[in-house]
C-alpha cells in the first residue's frame, strides 16, 4: 500500500508539473495570437512559474531546504500573485508591484524566524493564509467586473474561492492527519496526496476557464463592434433596426404609445467641404451627446446613415414626443453654433411620427418619419415636422408638399 501511495503522489506531482508547463506555454501562444488581452500572458506566467515550484518541491530531501521549502513557497506565492493581476489587468487595473512580490517577501521573512524554524503547523498557517489571500483577491477582481456579461465569470469566481477556501482548511486538515515531514515519509502523506490532486485539477479546470474568458471578451468586442457606430458610440442601423424589432414584438404584448423620429443634420456636406471632415465628425459626435441629453436611456437611438440619425420614443404621448424633438433641435442648434472656435451653426431637421395603435410597425412608420423630414427640409429645415394623415396621403398620391403645408401648420414648430 506504501509503495503504490508513493507511486501516486509522485506521479501526481510528475503530471502537475507537465500540465503546469503545457498550460502555461498554451496560454502563451493564445496571447501571442491576440495581444490586445494581455492578461492571458499574465496567467500563462502563473502556470510556468508554479511548475518551477512543483519542480522545486519534489526535490525535498535531495536539495537543501531552503530550496525546496523556502524558494520553492516563494515561486507559488508570486504565481499566485501573478494571476491575480493578470485578473486586475484584465478589467483594465493597473499592475501593483509592490502587492505582486509581498507575499513571497513574507514568507522568506517569516521561515527564518527561529519561533517558527521547527513550527510545521505555524509555518502552513503561514502559507495557507498568503495563497488564501492572493486567490480571493483574483476571485474579487472578477466580482468587481461582473457588469461586463461574460458567463464564464461565474465558474472562475466559483472555482477560485473554493480552491482559496481549500487552503485556508489546510492547517487543521494537516492536524487530523499528521506526517513527518522527512524525505521518507513526505509523500506518504494522505494530504499531500488530496491537495496535489485538487491542485492539478484546479489547474485544469481555471486554466481553461481563464482562456474561455479571454475568447468570450473577444467575441464580445467583435459583436459590439458590428452593432455600435464607431464614431458616435451609438447603435448602427443594423442594431437599431434589431433593436426597434425587438421592441415592436414586446409593444405587440403590451401596446404603449410611442414615437418615431427621422433626424437629419442641416447641410452637412457643406460643413465637410467650409471646415474639414474633422470639425464634421465633431459635429456628429455634438449632436450625439445633445441628443442623448435630451432623451431617456430606455429610448431607442441610433444612427442609420452618414448624417442621418433615428430615435424611438416607447411609452411617450404626441405632445410629449414632439417636446422632445424641439428640445433635440434647440439643444443642437445652441451648442453647435460654435464648433472647435469655427462659427458652424449647425441645425437639424426633424420628420416625427406617433402611433397609438396595438402593432408597431417600425418600417412602415420610420417611411412615415421619413416623408416628415422631406417636408422639414422643403420647409426651411431647422424645424419639427409631425406626419399627419393628409401628408402621408399627398405623398402617396403625389400630391405636392406645398399643397398639404396649410394642413400641416398647426403641427409645425421652427
Not at 485539477?201 to 464607431?230: G, V
Not at 447641410?267 to 471632415?277: Q, T
Not at 420647409?379 to 400641416?408: C, H, I, K, W
Request: glycine share 6%.
Amino acid at each position: 500500500m506504501s509503495a503504490a501511495m508513493n507511486l501516486d503522489v509522485n506521479t501526481l506531482f510528475q503530471v502537475t508539473v507537465y500540465v503546469e508547463a503545457i498550460l502555461g506555454l498554451l496560454l502563451l501562444f493564445a496571447w501571442a495570437q491576440n495581444m490586445a488581452i494581455r492578461a492571458v500572458a499574465w496567467w500563462g506566467f502563473a502556470h510556468l512559474i508554479r511548475a518551477s515550484s512543483i519542480v522545486l518541491f519534489g526535490l525535498y530531501g535531495s536539495a537543501p531546504d531552503v530550496l525546496t521549502i523556502d524558494v520553492a513557497n516563494a515561486l507559488l506565492f508570486t504565481a499566485f500573485a501573478v494571476t491575480w493581476t493578470g485578473a486586475r489587468v484584465f478589467d483594465g487595473r493597473p499592475v501593483e508591484p509592490v502587492y505582486l512580490v509581498t507575499g513571497a517577501v513574507l514568507w522568506l521573512l517569516v521561515s527564518r524566524l527561529p519561533v517558527l524554524t521547527g513550527a510545521v503547523d505555524a509555518r502552513a498557517m503561514v502559507a495557507s493564509g498568503i495563497i488564501t489571500a492572493y486567490t480571493w483577491l483574483t476571485a474579487w477582481e472578477f466580482w468587481r467586473g461582473r457588469k461586463e456579461q461574460l458567463v464564464s465569470r461565474w465558474p472562475a469566481i466559483f472555482m477560485l474561492f473554493a480552491h482559496g477556501a481549500l487552503f485556508l482548511l489546510r492547517t487543521p486538515m494537516v492536524t487530523l492527519l499528521p506526517f513527518a515531514m522527512t524525505s521518507d515519509k513526505m509523500f506518504g502523506s494522505v494530504w499531500l496526496t488530496v491537495l496535489s490532486f485538487e491542485a492539478l485539477l484546479f489547474t485544469i479546470s481555471i486554466a481553461f476557464i481563464l482562456l474561455a474568458m479571454a475568447k468570450e471578451r473577444t467575441e464580445l468586442r467583435h459583436r459590439t463592434a458590428a452593432m455600435i457606430d464607431p464614431l458616435t458610440g451609438i447603435a448602427n442601423r443594423r442594431a437599431f433596426l434589431q433593436e426597434a424589432a425587438e421592441m415592436a414584438r414586446r409593444h405587440g404584448s403590451d401596446p404603449r404609445p410611442a414615437a418615431v423620429m427621422l433626424i437629419d443634420l442641416d447641410h452637412f456636406k457643406s460643413i465637410n467641404d467650409r471646415f474639414g471632415h474633422a470639425v464634421g465628425d465633431r459635429v456628429l459626435e455634438i449632436f450625439t451627446a445633445a441628443a442623448g441629453e435630451s432623451m431617456r436611456s430606455s429610448d431607442l437611438f441610433g444612427r442609420i446613415g452618414g448624417e442621418e440619425f433615428a430615435v424611438i420614443l416607447h411609452d411617450t404621448r404626441a405632445d410629449e414626443a414632439f417636446t422632445v424633438a424641439q428640445r433635440i433641435r434647440e439643444t443642437f442648434a445652441d451648442v453647435a453654433s460654435e464648433v472647435d472656435g469655427r462659427p458652424v451653426a449647425a441645425t437639424v431637421s426633424i420628420g416625427m411620427v406617433h402611433c397609438d395603435g396595438p402593432a408597431l410597425d417600425i418600417v412602415e412608420l420610420l417611411s412615415q418619419a421619413d416623408q416628415a423630414l422631406y417636408f422639414a427640409k422643403e420647409n426651411g429645415r431647422n424645424r419639427v415636422e409631425v406626419a399627419s394623415l393628409e401628408l402621408v396621403l399627398g405623398q402617396r398620391d403625389g400630391t405636392s408638399l406645398a399643397a398639404a403645408a396649410p394642413a400641416q401648420a398647426a403641427r409645425t414648430a421652427a
